[in-house]
Protein backbone atom coordinates (compact mmCIF):
# COMPACT_ATOMS: atom_id res chain seq x y z
CA UNK A 1 0.00 0.00 0.00
CA UNK A 2 2.80 2.65 0.96
CA UNK A 3 4.30 1.59 -2.50
CA UNK A 4 1.15 2.13 -4.38
CA UNK A 5 0.60 5.90 -2.59
CA UNK A 6 4.31 6.53 -2.97
CA UNK A 7 3.24 5.81 -7.10
CA UNK A 8 0.56 8.27 -6.92
CA UNK A 9 2.46 10.57 -5.04
CA UNK A 10 5.01 10.49 -7.86
CA UNK A 11 2.50 10.62 -11.13
CA UNK A 12 0.92 13.75 -9.00
CA UNK A 13 4.08 15.34 -8.92
CA UNK A 14 5.00 14.81 -12.37
CA UNK A 15 1.64 15.62 -13.60
CA UNK A 16 1.90 18.91 -11.78
CA UNK A 17 5.45 19.68 -13.30
CA UNK A 18 4.34 18.79 -16.39
CA UNK A 19 0.80 21.18 -16.22
CA UNK A 20 3.42 23.63 -15.04
CA UNK A 21 5.91 23.52 -17.55
CA UNK A 22 2.99 23.50 -20.24
CA UNK A 23 1.30 26.46 -18.70
CA UNK A 24 5.05 28.12 -18.54
CA UNK A 25 5.70 27.12 -22.43
CA UNK A 26 2.34 28.18 -23.51
CA UNK A 27 2.84 31.78 -21.54
CA UNK A 28 6.04 32.22 -23.16
CA UNK A 29 4.29 31.65 -26.31
CA UNK A 30 1.93 34.05 -26.04
CA UNK A 31 4.56 36.21 -24.78
CA UNK A 32 5.84 35.89 -28.01
CA UNK A 33 3.36 36.08 -30.38
CA UNK A 34 2.05 39.65 -28.59
CA UNK A 35 5.37 40.60 -28.79
CA UNK A 36 5.73 39.64 -32.77
CA UNK A 37 2.15 41.49 -33.34
CA UNK A 38 3.34 44.41 -31.55
CA UNK A 39 6.76 44.59 -34.13
CA UNK A 40 4.81 43.77 -36.92
CA UNK A 41 2.27 46.52 -36.09
CA UNK A 42 4.82 48.86 -35.25
CA UNK A 43 6.60 48.26 -38.60
CA UNK A 44 3.18 48.16 -40.49
CA UNK A 45 2.77 52.49 -38.75
CA UNK A 46 6.57 52.79 -39.75
CA UNK A 47 6.18 51.73 -43.31
CA UNK A 48 3.32 53.86 -43.26
CA UNK A 49 4.35 56.66 -42.02
CA UNK A 50 7.40 56.38 -44.62
CA UNK A 51 4.93 55.92 -47.61
CA UNK A 52 2.91 59.22 -46.47
CA UNK A 53 6.30 61.39 -46.24
CA UNK A 54 6.76 59.80 -49.90
CA UNK A 55 3.52 60.87 -51.18
CA UNK A 56 3.28 64.23 -49.41
CA UNK A 57 6.87 64.64 -50.54
CA UNK A 58 6.18 64.41 -54.02
CA UNK A 59 3.07 66.11 -53.53
CA UNK A 60 5.23 69.09 -52.79
CA UNK A 61 8.23 68.86 -55.09
CA UNK A 62 5.20 68.65 -58.23
CA UNK A 63 3.83 71.94 -56.25
CA UNK A 64 7.47 73.48 -56.56
CA UNK A 65 7.94 72.67 -59.56
CA UNK A 66 4.10 74.18 -60.51
CA UNK A 67 4.73 77.68 -58.79
CA UNK A 68 8.67 77.72 -60.23
CA UNK A 69 7.10 77.31 -63.92
CA UNK A 70 3.84 79.77 -62.94
CA UNK A 71 6.81 82.02 -61.47
CA UNK A 72 8.92 82.00 -64.57
CA UNK A 73 5.79 82.42 -67.52
CA UNK A 74 5.01 85.60 -65.47
CA UNK A 75 8.51 86.94 -64.86
CA UNK A 76 9.27 86.12 -68.70
CA UNK A 77 6.12 86.94 -70.17
CA UNK A 78 3.23 88.79 -68.65
CA UNK A 79 5.61 90.99 -66.92
CA UNK A 80 7.47 91.46 -70.02
CA UNK A 81 4.08 92.61 -72.19
CA UNK A 82 3.04 94.59 -69.01
CA UNK A 83 6.55 96.31 -69.14
CA UNK A 84 6.63 97.23 -73.20
CA UNK A 85 2.57 98.67 -72.45
CA UNK A 86 3.82 100.78 -69.98
CA UNK A 87 7.01 102.16 -72.22
CA UNK A 88 4.34 102.47 -75.10
CA UNK A 89 2.30 104.35 -72.43
CA UNK A 90 5.04 106.85 -71.68
CA UNK A 91 5.97 108.12 -75.13
CA UNK A 92 2.26 108.57 -76.50
CA UNK A 93 1.54 111.97 -78.15
CA UNK A 94 0.77 115.19 -76.80
CA UNK A 95 -3.26 114.47 -77.91
CA UNK A 96 -3.58 111.89 -75.21
CA UNK A 97 -4.63 113.37 -71.66
CA UNK A 98 -1.40 114.00 -69.38
CA UNK A 99 -3.50 112.97 -66.16
CA UNK A 100 -5.16 109.48 -68.04
CA UNK A 101 -1.68 108.81 -69.60
CA UNK A 102 -0.69 109.21 -65.73
CA UNK A 103 -3.23 107.41 -64.48
CA UNK A 104 -2.81 104.63 -66.80
CA UNK A 105 0.52 104.39 -66.23
CA UNK A 106 1.05 104.25 -62.75
CA UNK A 107 -1.75 101.59 -62.79
CA UNK A 108 0.31 99.44 -65.03
CA UNK A 109 3.31 99.84 -62.87
CA UNK A 110 1.47 98.68 -60.00
CA UNK A 111 0.70 95.66 -61.94
CA UNK A 112 3.99 95.26 -63.09
CA UNK A 113 5.53 95.26 -59.55
CA UNK A 114 3.09 92.93 -58.10
CA UNK A 115 3.77 90.86 -60.90
CA UNK A 116 7.57 90.55 -60.37
CA UNK A 117 6.91 90.54 -56.49
CA UNK A 118 4.61 87.18 -56.88
CA UNK A 119 7.44 85.51 -59.35
CA UNK A 120 9.78 86.20 -56.77
CA UNK A 121 8.20 84.51 -54.39
CA UNK A 122 6.98 81.59 -56.30
CA UNK A 123 10.33 80.87 -57.53
CA UNK A 124 12.62 79.03 -55.00
CA UNK A 125 15.84 79.15 -56.16
CA UNK A 126 14.99 83.48 -55.61
CA UNK A 127 14.21 81.62 -52.03
CA UNK A 128 17.32 80.04 -51.49
CA UNK A 129 19.43 83.68 -53.31
CA UNK A 130 18.01 85.76 -50.39
CA UNK A 131 17.31 83.38 -47.67
CA UNK A 132 15.13 82.43 -45.23
CA UNK A 133 15.46 85.37 -42.60
CA UNK A 134 15.25 87.82 -45.58
CA UNK A 135 12.59 86.54 -47.08
CA UNK A 136 10.45 86.44 -44.30
CA UNK A 137 11.27 90.28 -43.31
CA UNK A 138 10.36 90.40 -47.61
CA UNK A 139 7.07 88.79 -46.80
CA UNK A 140 6.61 91.58 -43.54
CA UNK A 141 7.34 94.33 -45.79
CA UNK A 142 4.82 93.37 -48.05
CA UNK A 143 2.34 93.31 -45.34
CA UNK A 144 3.39 96.40 -43.88
CA UNK A 145 3.17 98.22 -47.29
CA UNK A 146 -0.76 97.94 -47.39
CA UNK A 147 -1.15 99.97 -44.53
CA UNK A 148 -3.46 97.59 -42.42
CA UNK A 149 -0.76 95.34 -40.73
CA UNK A 150 2.10 95.66 -38.55
CA UNK A 151 4.37 92.89 -38.42
CA UNK A 152 7.51 92.41 -36.52
CA UNK A 153 10.35 89.92 -36.61
CA UNK A 154 12.23 89.15 -33.12
CA UNK A 155 14.93 86.33 -33.59
CA UNK A 156 17.13 85.72 -30.55
CA UNK A 157 20.49 85.64 -30.31
CA UNK A 158 21.06 82.10 -30.18
CA UNK A 159 19.46 80.82 -33.10
CA UNK A 160 21.39 80.16 -36.01
CA UNK A 161 18.91 79.93 -38.88
CA UNK A 162 21.95 79.14 -41.47
CA UNK A 163 21.98 75.88 -39.79
CA UNK A 164 18.89 74.72 -41.55
CA UNK A 165 18.92 71.77 -44.18
CA UNK A 166 17.26 73.55 -47.40
CA UNK A 167 15.53 70.87 -48.03
CA UNK A 168 13.81 72.38 -44.42
CA UNK A 169 13.81 75.99 -44.60
CA UNK A 170 11.60 76.33 -47.69
CA UNK A 171 9.01 74.20 -46.21
CA UNK A 172 9.39 76.38 -42.68
CA UNK A 173 9.34 79.06 -44.75
CA UNK A 174 5.46 78.22 -46.54
CA UNK A 175 4.57 76.66 -42.98
CA UNK A 176 4.90 80.65 -41.88
CA UNK A 177 3.57 81.98 -44.98
CA UNK A 178 0.64 79.82 -44.73
CA UNK A 179 -0.06 80.81 -41.29
CA UNK A 180 0.34 84.32 -42.34
CA UNK A 181 -2.33 83.88 -45.39
CA UNK A 182 -4.61 82.32 -42.72
CA UNK A 183 -4.37 85.38 -40.35
CA UNK A 184 -4.97 87.68 -43.03
CA UNK A 185 -7.93 86.54 -44.32
CA UNK A 186 -9.81 85.44 -41.33
CA UNK A 187 -8.42 86.39 -37.94
CA UNK A 188 -9.61 91.04 -38.78
CA UNK A 189 -6.72 91.60 -36.99
CA UNK A 190 -4.30 94.56 -37.55
CA UNK A 191 -1.09 93.06 -35.82
CA UNK A 192 1.17 90.18 -36.56
CA UNK A 193 3.91 89.12 -34.67
CA UNK A 194 7.01 86.33 -35.48
CA UNK A 195 9.22 84.67 -32.67
CA UNK A 196 11.87 83.00 -33.43
CA UNK A 197 13.70 80.89 -30.47
CA UNK A 198 15.06 77.63 -29.23
CA UNK A 199 12.96 75.66 -26.79
CA UNK A 200 15.71 72.36 -24.96
CA UNK A 201 16.89 70.90 -28.61
CA UNK A 202 14.03 72.71 -30.39
CA UNK A 203 13.31 75.31 -32.72
CA UNK A 204 10.47 77.24 -31.78
CA UNK A 205 9.02 79.41 -34.05
CA UNK A 206 5.63 81.46 -32.57
CA UNK A 207 3.15 83.57 -35.03
CA UNK A 208 0.93 85.70 -32.87
CA UNK A 209 -1.95 88.03 -33.95
CA UNK A 210 -4.45 89.90 -32.19
CA UNK A 211 -7.34 89.48 -33.92
CA UNK A 212 -11.19 88.01 -33.27
CA UNK A 213 -9.54 84.08 -32.41
CA UNK A 214 -11.41 80.93 -32.54
CA UNK A 215 -12.73 77.92 -31.03
CA UNK A 216 -9.84 75.39 -31.57
CA UNK A 217 -12.28 72.71 -30.57
CA UNK A 218 -13.67 73.16 -34.18
CA UNK A 219 -10.69 72.06 -35.66
CA UNK A 220 -11.17 68.64 -34.20
CA UNK A 221 -14.62 68.00 -35.21
CA UNK A 222 -15.04 69.54 -38.54
CA UNK A 223 -12.10 68.69 -41.64
CA UNK A 224 -9.82 71.47 -41.18
CA UNK A 225 -9.80 73.99 -44.41
CA UNK A 226 -6.74 73.52 -47.00
CA UNK A 227 -4.49 76.07 -45.79
CA UNK A 228 -4.60 74.37 -42.07
CA UNK A 229 -4.49 71.05 -43.82
CA UNK A 230 -1.00 72.71 -46.06
CA UNK A 231 0.57 73.39 -43.02
CA UNK A 232 0.10 70.17 -41.22
CA UNK A 233 1.16 68.07 -44.09
CA UNK A 234 3.95 70.34 -44.35
CA UNK A 235 4.85 69.48 -40.58
CA UNK A 236 4.70 65.93 -40.91
CA UNK A 237 7.30 66.18 -43.70
CA UNK A 238 10.03 67.66 -41.51
CA UNK A 239 8.76 65.93 -38.15
CA UNK A 240 7.66 69.00 -37.41
CA UNK A 241 4.92 69.61 -35.06
CA UNK A 242 2.10 72.64 -34.88
CA UNK A 243 0.01 73.81 -31.80
CA UNK A 244 -2.59 76.10 -32.33
CA UNK A 245 -4.28 78.29 -29.31
CA UNK A 246 -6.75 80.96 -29.56
CA UNK A 247 -8.66 82.68 -27.06
CA UNK A 248 -12.00 84.39 -28.50
CA UNK A 249 -11.57 88.07 -29.25
CA UNK A 250 -7.67 87.92 -27.91
CA UNK A 251 -6.23 86.37 -30.46
CA UNK A 252 -4.48 83.19 -31.92
CA UNK A 253 -0.64 81.76 -31.48
CA UNK A 254 0.50 79.06 -34.00
CA UNK A 255 3.52 77.12 -32.38
CA UNK A 256 5.57 75.76 -35.23
CA UNK A 257 8.53 73.11 -33.20
CA UNK A 258 11.25 71.61 -35.00
CA UNK A 259 14.60 69.71 -33.88
CA UNK A 260 16.96 71.74 -34.72
CA UNK A 261 20.78 70.92 -35.24
Not at 133 to 151: A, C, D, F, M, R
Not at 243 to 250: R, T, V
Request: glycine share 4%; aromatic share 8%; proline share 1%.
Amino acid sequence: MPEKQEDILVTIIISSVFFVLLAVFLLVMLYLFLRKQRQNQKEKEEMKNRFEQTIIKSQLEIQNQTLNYIGYEIHDDTAQVVYLSMLRIANLKEQVDEKEKEEIYNFLKKVWNDLRNISHSLINNNFHQIGFVESLEQLLHNINKTGKYQSFLTIDEEVNLDLLDKSVDIILYRMIQEVINNTLKHASCDTINIHICKLNQQLKVEIKDNGIGFNTADIKQDSPGVGLNNIFSRAKLINATVHIDSIINQGTTFTILLNSK
